[in-house]
Each structure stands twice: as structure tokens, then as C-alpha cells.
């Protein structure tokens, strides 16, 4: 059974840093894009970045760009989602999700990032 676990959230201020974490079991880890997803009170489910298999893609929201990086570290099973020079709108649950047929089949419980002065 495939299982996403999220950790490393937390309560920062404005300008501050966190690296979650997304560790995921099964031995198929590798052959799957993996997804970052967060939902910021009373807000519907905003896509935030991918890493696809290999870690040779990489994409990103426009609003985290230069922000955010994504990585992973297959032989842990896990990838990484740095934030660096938080703002108050990235206050949100965030989710990390396997990749499948355009959409995603597994997800993780979520981490809170709460930024605020």
C-alpha cells in the first residue's frame, strides 16, 4: 500500500524559512511525479510544484517562483519542498500528492504553515 507522510511545517515569521518534507512508501516511489498542493483558509486546493521521476523537472505556481524549491532524494523516498522568504499568504495546509494520469491517486494527511508576525 502506497502512503504519503508530510512533516516540517510550522510557525514562522514573514521572511522566514521551512523545508517540508514528504516521505513515501512503496517501492514504486521512483517511477512517479510527486506534487506539492496546499489550502489556505477558506480557500479551495491551489497546486504548488512538481518534481517529476527523475528530479530533472521541476515546476512551480508563479506565486512561489524564486521561493520555493523542490527536490527529492530517491534512495530516502522523499522529497523536499524548501520555502524560503515566507509571506502571509503562504499561510496554508500543504499536501504532498503522487502524480497519476493528470491527476493524483495518493495523498499525504498535510503539514500547517502558518506565517505571521
Request: proline share 2%; charged share 15%.
Amino acid at each position: 500500500e502506497v502512503q504519503l507522510a508530510e512533516s516540517g511545517g510550522g510557525s514562522v515569521q514573514p521572511g522566514g524559512s521551512l523545508r517540508l518534507s514528504c516521505v513515501v512508501s512503496g517501492n514504486t516511489f521512483v517511477t512517479y511525479s510527486i506534487h506539492w498542493v496546499r489550502q489556505a483558509p477558506g480557500k479551495g486546493l491551489e497546486w504548488v510544484s512538481l518534481i517529476n521521476s527523475d528530479g530533472s523537472t521541476a515546476l512551480y505556481t508563479e506565486s512561489v517562483k524564486g521561493r520555493f524549491t523542490i527536490s527529492r532524494d530517491n534512495a530516502k523516498n522523499t522529497v523536499y519542498l524548501h520555502m524560503n522568504s515566507l509571506k502571509s499568504e503562504d499561510t496554508a495546509l500543504y499536501y504532498c500528492a503522487r502524480g497519476f494520469n493528470r491527476a493524483y491517486d495518493y495523498w499525504g494527511q498535510g503539514t500547517q504553515v502558518t506565517v505571521s508576525s
